[in-house]
Structures are given as structure tokens and as C-alpha cells.
């Protein structure tokens, strides 16, 4: 079953986005013309009034879009390795000391070496899905990855140490 967005004109004001969840639930986002964003919860019984509304700043809005967006992809991830037999993801923290830290991605040749890919990089509150070899390795970085076990494991040891 899809999810139904609806998008309604504001005039004056803004657009907002309605999702309908499965129960029949309305929350929306409201986007204002000036850049402001809220989150507005709808009453069950009445689609047109708006029960609660919560203003949020644009870093906010950012963050929340974040964490909704990684928690999504990990549940695909999640998802792929319930289909793929042997195939794992996993989530590895670029060790401070490693060599690779303030180092392009492209530089590990992670693929190539270990079997293994690199499908996303958490930053903070950051998600950087499909991450191009060039971007730049920093100390706080996880690393979400996909393959073997065999093939995560010779990741890890290779983030942690450089190629044998």
C-alpha cells in the first residue's frame, strides 16, 4: 500500500504537506513563504483542524528530516539483508586514529579491497547516502556498509589500519 501526500495551497502563507497515515491520521508539514517550518497534527474526526502545531527553526526541521530519513534507510538496508542470504549490513565508527581520517573516501578502495561497500556515511545529525568517493573522511564519521561478514570484517580492519 503507498502513502498518500497530499499537497494543499495556502494563500499567503505557504503550501502544506499532508501525509495520511495507515490509521487515517493527517500530520503535515507546513512550509511558510518565508522559510519557517511546523509540524501540525489533525483531529481524527476533522481533517481541517488542527489539534496541535509545533513551530520549528531551520536546523530543526533539518535534524528531523535526518533522522527520518536515516531511520528509513536502515529499515531498507535492514530489509535487503533479509532478502540477500550472506549478505550484511552494519554499521562501523571510523576509529579516531585511523588512517583514512581527513582522507576522500575513494582512497580506501574499500570495494575493491574488501568486498565491501560503503552506502552511507552518519555525521552528526547528517546522513550522506551513496557518498562519492570523494568526500572527506572525519573523526566522528559511522559508516554504513554493505556485504559479506568476511567482507565487513577486512573493512573494519582496514579502516582501523590502512591495507595490509
Same mark, same amino acid.
Given at each position: 500500500m503507498g502513502v498518500r501526500i497530499e499537497k494543499v495551497d495556502l494563500p499567503g502563507i505557504g503550501v502544506r504537506h499532508d @501525509? %495520511?497515515?495507515?490509521?487515517?491520521?493527517?500530520?503535515? @508539514? %507546513?512550509s511558510h513563504r518565508n522559510g519557517a517550518r511546523d509540524i501540525a497534527l489533525f483531529d481524527p474526526d476533522d481533517p481541517d483542524a488542527s489539534t496541535e502545531s509545533v513551530p520549528l527553526t531551520e536546523e530543526e526541521?533539518?535534524?528531523?528530516?535526518?533522522v527520518l530519513?536515516?531511520?528509513v534507510m536502515m529499515q531498507q538496508l535492514a530489509g535487503i539483508r533479509d532478502q540477500a542470504a550472506g549478505l550484511f549490513t552494519e554499521q562501523i565508527s571510523l576509529p579516531a586514529d585511523s588512517p583514512y581520517v581527513s582522507s576522500p573516501l575513494g582512497r580506501t578502495r574499500a570495494r575493491t579491497r574488501t568486498g565491501a561497500s560503503i552506502v552511507a556515511i552518519l555525521r552528526g545529525h547528517e546522513v550522506i547516502p551513496s557518498p562519492t568517493p570523494d568526500v572527506v573522511f572525519q573523526p566522528s564519521d559511522t559508516l554504513v556498509a554493505v556485504?559479506?561478514?568476511k567482507g565487513l570484517d577486512a573493512l573494519s580492519t582496514l579502516l582501523a589500519h590502512g591495507p595490509s
Open positions: @501525509v %495520511v497515515t495507515a490509521e487515517g491520521r493527517r500530520v503535515a @508539514v %507546513v526541521a533539518a535534524a528531523l528530516a535526518n530519513g536515516a531511520s556485504g559479506t561478514r
